[in-house]
């Protein structure tokens, strides 16, 4: 109590006004208050223009947006005009970042074009002004059910030319956005647009003479049934970038030329007496590949199946990477002429070993019975059973008893051959 006595005992106005640190924001906080006064009693009210504000339109909450649909297009690109009004320190001090427009989709509950009211909105704390006008004062807004639909891409090239001797042939998407397992886009879009896309299209003019196959950068273009562009700009498409390759390619008549596996040592293929239904073939392919090739072979023919009574073979070609034959053939019809031939059938109890293993002995159980021989006539009409034998491939067996397949053979006879498999029985100690 006696120290606040005492400072109030040395307390002065006077020096008080005299005290710089004092009296310079005291002059300034009362300078401040008379301009507000002068500004509130001299400026009351003003009107403030502002241009190319936005307007919003949410539909979340909403019966349109619970159904799926959504905004078609871009109603920010709408710029509207707004004026508000209120005291000159307030209003001078808004900046458009301090209110917000909108309009209400609440009653929209169907797709289609419709005028919204618009509405003005302080976005921030500040206050004491009206909003005056708005101009426009509606939003046009477009809504529609937003769908997704996956298209696959039909590539188009204009100005194809191809050096002599050469083929262009049909052009391929090659990739999207560099994914080159895919030949779809997906598209987002208004279903009402997007119902009426027919075909999706990867365009590009090349304008040039080819000798090799080349990949281009391509557009997207819709179209309708009746071939009409569609609009896009709407959609949203999950492709920026597609390529489209032109496979140029050579074609050539070759020749087709069978094989045969298994065949005895004494004959060879040019023994053999043939015919194949198409002896050429129309090919294409790779350039480089095809100018390589001569003739095509067949997958070859096991001699083991050949007979008097068994003589025709369909079988497939043998194609290189890249290569294809141009006239849907899928397979071959070879014939061999087997007139000179006969068959007789023989009991085979002479058996003998290949590769059994040192310190081991084998023995087969019992004769090979109803073993089919195949030859020239000549040959066949002569032949008795001790001039043939079974040959085992014991390679790898170890003791005991295995059943294995043999090969007829005769020493006397290399150009005679058994039809259909054999087997035996063999014991080895």
Excluded at 84 to 96: D, E, Q
Excluded at 155 to 184: C, F, Q, R
Excluded at 204 to 225: C, G, H, I, M, R
Excluded at 300 to 315: A, L, M
Aim: hydrophobic share 40%.
């Amino acid at each position: 109590m006696n120290q606040i006595k005492k400072i109030l005992n040395n307390f002065s106005v006077r020096k008080l006004l005299y005290n710089k640190r004092f009296t310079v924001p005291f002059s300034i906080f009362i300078a401040f208050v008379f301009w507000l006064i002068i500004m509130i009693n001299q400026n009351p009210v003003r009107q403030q223009t502002f241009t190319d504000v936005p307007v919003n339109v949410n539909l979340e909450g909403t019966v349109a947006g619970e159904n799926g649909m959504g905004i078609v297009g871009d109603i920010a690109a709408q710029k509207f005009t707004v004026v508000v009004s209120g005291p000159n320190y307030i209003v001078s001090s808004l900046k458009t970042d301090d209110f917000a427009l909108y309009a209400s989709a609440a009653e929209i509950t169907e797709p289609g074009t419709y005028d919204l009211e618009v509405f003005g909105t302080r976005g921030t704390a500040k206050s004491g002004y009206t909003f005056v006008s708005y101009s426009p004062s509606h939003v046009k807004v477009t809504l529609d059910y937003i769908d997704t639909k996956e298209f696959e891409v039909v590539p188009k090239l204009v100005g194809v030319a191809v050096s002599d001797g050469l083929v262009a042939e049909t052009p391929i998407v090659s990739a999207v956005d560099n994914t080159t397992e895919s030949d779809t886009i997906t598209v987002k879009g208004p279903r009402s647009v997007l119902n009426t896309i027919n075909e999706v299209v990867a365009y590009a003019e090349v304008n040039k003479t080819l000798s090799s196959s080349q990949t281009y950068d391509a557009s997207l273009l819709f179209y309708d049934a009746d071939e009409n562009e569609v609009d896009t700009s709407n959609f949203e498409i999950n492709a920026e970038k597609v390529k489209v390759t032109v496979p140029i390619s050579k074609k050539a008549t070759v020749r087709v030329k069978p094989a045969f596996s298994n065949l005895p040592s004494g004959l060879t293929q040019s023994d053999i007496n043939f015919s194949v239904n198409h002896d050429t073939v129309t090919i294409i392919g790779t350039p480089d590949v095809v100018s390589a090739i001569t003739e095509i072979s067949l997958t070859p023919i096991d001699f083991t199946k050949v007979s008097t009574s068994s003589n025709k073979f369909d079988v497939s070609p043998v194609l290189p990477d890249g290569v294809k034959i141009l006239d849907s053939i899928d397979c071959f019809t070879v014939s061999i002429d087997t007139s000179g031939y006969a068959e007789k059938t023989f009991t085979i109890s002479n058996v003998k070993f290949n590769n059994l293993n040192s310190g081991l002995t084998a023995k087969n159980s019992s004769s090979i019975r109803n073993v089919k021989i195949c030859g020239p006539k000549s040959v066949i009409y002569k032949i008795n059973s001790s001039d043939i034998y079974a040959l085992v491939d014991l390679k790898g067996k170890s003791a005991g008893e295995h059943s294995v397949n043999v090969t007829i053979k005769s020493d006397s006879y290399t150009n005679i051959w058994q039809v259909g498999t054999y087997s035996t029985t063999v014991n080895i100690s």
